[in-house]
Nanobody, 123 residues
Framework: QVVESGGGLVQAGGSLRLSCAAS????????VGWFRQAPGKEREFVAA????????YYADSVKGRFTISRDNAKNTVYLQMNSLRPEDTAVYYC??????????????????WGQGTQVTVSS
C-alpha cells in the first residue's frame, strides 16, 4: 500500500512537502514517482526517483522548484515543493514500481498508486 500525505492550501510563493509512505514494502527497492492531475486535465508526470542509485527526474515545469528525495530508514519518499504557483494546483499522486526499467514520464507502467492528496495554491 502506498499512502500520500502533506497536501493543503498555500499561497503563491509558499512551500509544501508531500510524503509518500509504503507499508509492507521495502521502498528502497522501488522506483517512486509523483504525478498530478488538475480538473479537466490528464494526469501528468512531476518527478521520480530511481531505485538503486536514486537518480532523480523532473518535469520541466517544476525543475528548480521541486525536489524529490527518499528516506529509506523511514520507508518514505518526499516531494518538497517551493515557489508554488496557482498552476501547481492539482491532486498529487504517488506511484511505485519495482520493474527493472521503467518509463518514468508515463503514468501507464506504474503498478502501485496512492489515493492522492490535494494541493491548492491561491494567487
Amino acid at each position: 500500500q502506498v499512502v500520500e500525505s502533506g497536501g493543503g492550501l498555500v499561497q503563491a510563493g509558499g512551500s509544501l512537502r508531500l510524503s509518500c509512505a509504503a507499508s509492507g514494502r521495502t521502498f528502497s527497492s522501488y522506483h517512486v514517482g509523483w504525478f498530478r492531475q488538475a480538473p479537466g486535465k490528464e494526469r501528468e508526470f512531476v518527478a521520480a526517483i530511481g531505485r538503486g542509485d536514486g537518480t532523480t527526474y523532473y518535469a520541466d515545469s517544476v525543475k528548480g522548484r521541486f525536489t524529490i528525495s527518499r528516506d529509506n530508514a523511514k520507508n518514505t519518499v518526499y516531494l518538497q515543493m517551493n515557489s508554488l504557483r496557482p498552476e501547481d494546483t492539482a491532486v498529487y499522486y504517488c506511484a511505485a514500481d519495482d520493474a527493472s526499467f521503467i518509463n518514468y514520464y508515463s503514468s501507464v507502467p506504474w503498478d502501485y498508486w496512492g489515493q492522492g492528496t490535494q494541493v491548492t495554491v491561491s494567487s
